[in-house]
């Protein structure tokens, strides 16, 4: 580890000024799950931080008018296992509480994940996923951005230097009628080899009116399988449906042509099976 | 020919009174760990003592030009920067002794030539470890790379790049540094008269000790008295002092080894290594201490490994299940240096060959450098490499000869009429429980029930060993341990030893020897820190010796201290000394075990009332012994009996694998264990307890991941799959069978690696049982048990070996493609 200088700003304001002024040496940190452990390595050498642990607002949660969850940036998984969300926004609890060991759930944030944006984190696949978005604040003003396209092709996050993500909001309980989020890991604090979100909305028959599939770990960044949600919609599904949309998420995300190493034949094969098991936990929940 | 061989009665007098041997005594180390107050080497703390850090090789292998460290030298707070330039012709290469190389191929830094990823290139001392690390980066190091090997099988080739240059192997300068070799029977002839011969190609992985205490030392030499101290986290504090001394060329009595807490080694901290040489050269420099500890990443690339092996195995039956012969051949990669990797192989062979006495032997090894971590001693010595083949073709013959798994071991299992009973590979059996732990296991697991009542992806596997307790090494003609003991004036003992306790609960054990001989309490006796200054020469903690060679001299030392404290009795009280007894922390008359003479007032005659002594007493309470075991160097045909004695381990495993995922879960586990005599029930389990996560480790998810540049992909604790907590099932089904050593005179076998050996085997072993793949290299991973299966459903089969039923699987299939080893019997001296 470099030397550094701490900085703990106790206003958003404060805190996008003290970023803006200090330029590309300064990095802000929230948990430090992630950056204090490059730190340590010297991958990353920033010389100031930016704390923002003691910004009240980017803690905590609240339901929009308009019904969103919106979730402070700097809000701990530790936080999220403890919150009361109803419906189907209690998966975001359920994915909280089995990632990472205990100190990292404790003092890890749900925004950090997000930025740190490591294909093989949960957070960044759950929030494509499940149609969320984020909010940045910077000298240049503040945006939203969908969270699909928060993350870069290439690995990172589209967000600029300076520029804080501050809440990230989950849509209303009405967007889904059942979610799920399943992952594969070797051992239990492992981050994941493959992980896949399902969210769907049943109509008034039972048919999928609408859904989603995202493949997190395949790629730099999660991956939405826009064809095998596609071919969910309008139908019933049994279980051989099932199975037939997990073969094809398989072809879809990593076809044969790109599975050449071993390691990325394994994660095909997850990823039929990780489909599999989320569209139907999913439909489970919608349906009962 | 019939050979009579010795049998040693044991020493020690029946027990009067309740004993502490055999008890689960309370740790005496545990307080100091829970809370939190243990030290370890990187609490140490010495008035002025700087911090160094070494700068590392980023490639595998490479013409090394130049160092230039001036910059170093001009960063703030920097002390001071070396080099392997600095060194040439000033420090001595090690390496030679244990190796029975004439020139040692070991040196602090890299001069020119680097071998693997991690080896040492510079290092710098500053006030500051940061203000150090900041130093090395901007160390200037100029070279020219080098083609990389990493397969061993590539380092045989004779157009494959040579690592060690320069230095003269018996065998000439090839990748090859050493053979190994046994002749024991006619191997022709078995082959001949078999009824089936069962042969595989297996790969075994390189494993990490992975002890949570890191590597390190902090080095202190005082420029006055021209004293070398050094605190170092090492299991042998003498090997340390005798090649640190012979390294930097000063006498033995001016270097003086120290060990604080050591967070276990489990093989991998039994030798000296360059970072002692580096702190202590500089501290010699400077005259100023030297903190000077690895990080994890460093540990992982420079530490010792698990050596890998290649092995062509072949298994000789006759119908009736009768093993008649084994031949292999091996591929032993010891990486790009190595102190102990020749010696694993011809240990974990030898000894691996048990628990059957197979009649015909015949092994040919390459022993062989490549461009990767050093390779040596783990947890097991070579033994889990060897029983993973040898168990699995044990099944596989069992299969084909359609006789139950379980029904061939016991078949061919040692098992004499009478004690002691010499094998054919020459080990010498003093008694063994493996029958009946064979037997015992089964049932623990259900055995019959579960082979009968098949449930999908769900089975059943064995695995058997036998464990040396200490062993002589080919290259090392001694095997011994040392205790001093000192009855303190108030009636306590301090325990002297340079056997460092690094889990083995020495504290422990060894009050609980010397408070049945003595008569002391528990609580009363003491274990002195190991410092080469003050304890009696030993050879330190490895090779499950601890309780029987450790422990035997301290018996031993503590019945000639038991002489002295009754020979002053008797004179006190005058009485006979045959009538006296010891216990409650006195000498009496026996019958009286509320009078006599308190050990306290004993010893208070010895020191400040020697009017009260004996006439021609010689004024003293310490007594010291030393035991070196009754074992045999190896033969030139491979056979000898070279340890002790043979602890035994029988492990049976329930799986289940995941079809979908391929992870393999240990749902049930059984382990029979003849550890002897048990000091301490707890102190034993916990071993066993730690071997099986080891072994667990071993077959499911450890292994050193390199690219095909040289390059370290698991030198982390993130990337490395060693196994928590989280991942083990709960051990309950866990039996001692004791078969009591005659050998030793307590009784005792080795504890620490029985529970290590057979795990990769019986896991292998319910695999197959469980979905028809057969496992021939190691880990296990959920990615390649997945792989198997699709492989498996693809070609419509049953079986399936793994990988070598896989299309991308290069090597060779059959016996008749099977490499020639490339020793022959011409000009080899050891024949």
Known sequence: MKAFTFLAPEALDEAVALLD??????RPIAGGQSLLLAMKDRIARPSVLVSLAGLADLRGWRYSPSGELEIGAATTYAALISAQFGGWHGEISAVAADLADRPVRTMGTIGGALCQADPRFDMPALAVGLGASVDTASAGGARTIPAAELFAASGGTVLGPGEILTTVRFPTLGAFSGVAFEKFRQRVFDAAVVSAVCGLRLDADARVADARIVLGAVAQAPVIAQRTGRQMTGRT???????????AAMEEVLPVSQAMSSFHRYQRELVGVLVRRAITRALDQARS | MTETLPRTRRQTNPPAARKLVGQSMPRKED????????????????????????????????????????????????????????????????????QDLLVGDHFPFATDKIMYEGQEIAAVVADTKYQALDALEVIEVDYDQLPVLVDPEKAISPDAPVIQEGISYEFGDGNIFDRYRVRVGDIEETERGADLVVRQRFTSNRQAGAALDPHGCVASYDSFTGNLTIYSSTQSIFMVRDILADTLQIPR???????????????????????????????????????LVLGRGEIFRAGTCRTGQ????????????????????????CGAMSLWGNQVIHIGTNVGMLPYPIPNVHVDADIVHTNTAPAGPLRGFGIPQMIFAKEQLVDVAAEQLGIDPLELRARNVVRPETFPYRTPMGQVIDSTSIYDCLHKCGEAIDWERKRAERVPYEGVGLGVSMKYTSCRHPSFDTDLSAVRLRLETDGTVTIFSSDVSHGQSHATFLAQVVGDVLGVGFEKVNLAQPDSATSPFGLGTFASRAAAVLGT????????????????????????????????????????????????????????????????????????????????????????????????????????????????????????????VVINPLVVEGQHQGGFLMGIGMALGEDYVYDEDGHLLSASFKDYQAPYATELPELTKIYEIPAPSLTIPGGQKGAGESGAGPVPAAIANAVYDATGVRFTALPITPERMLLALKEKERQGVDTLRFPDDMPDFTGPRTHQEWPEPTASDEGDILL
């Open chain 1, 21 to 26: 002024r200090h330029g590309r040496d300064a």
């Open chain 1, 237 to 247: 599904l049994t279980e051989h449906d099932i199975a037939e949309l997990g073969a």
């Open chain 2, 31 to 98: 307080l100091a760990l829970l809370t939190g107050t243990a030290r370890f080497i990187d609490d140490i703390r010495l008035p002025g003592m700087l911090y160094a850090k070494i700068l590392r090789s980023s490639t595998a292998h490479a013409r090394l030009n130049r160092v230039d460290t001036s910059k170093a030298l001009q960063q703030p707070g920097v002390h001071a920067a070396l080099c392997g330039q600095d060194l040439l012709g000033k420090v001595k290469p090690w390496g030679d002794m244990m």
């Open chain 2, 253 to 291: 009595n001016r270097v003086r080894v120290i060990v604080p807490d050591v967070g276990a080694g489990f093989g991998s901290k039994a030798q000296m290594f360059a970072h002692e040489v580096i702190a202590s050269v500089l501290s010699m420099q400077l005259g100023r201490p030297v903190h």
């Open chain 2, 310 to 333: 290649v092995r062509y195995a072949e298994l000789f039956l006759k119908r009736d299940g009768r093993i008649t012969g084994y031949r292999d051949y091996v591929v032993h990669n």
């Open chain 2, 553 to 676: 001299a301290c018996r031993q030392a503590a019945e000639r201290l038991r002489e002295k404290v009754v020979t002053i009795a008797a004179h006190v009280l005058e009485a006979s000394p045959e009538d006296l007894e010891t216990g409650n922390d006195r000498v009496y008359v026996r019958g009286l075990p509320d009078s006599g003479l308190y050990l306290e007032n004993l010893a208070s005659y010895a020191a400040y009332r020697t009017h009260q002594l004996p006439p021609g007493f010689e004024p003293t309470l310490e007594s010291v012994a030393t035991y070196d075991t009754p074992t045999e160097r190896e033969a030139p045909d491979g056979s000898g009996n070279l340890s002790v004695t043979y602890s035994s381990a029988a492990h049976a495993a329930h799986v289940r694998v995941d079809p979908d995922t391929g992870r393999v879960t240990v749902v049930d586990y059984a382990m029979a264990h003849d550890t002897g």
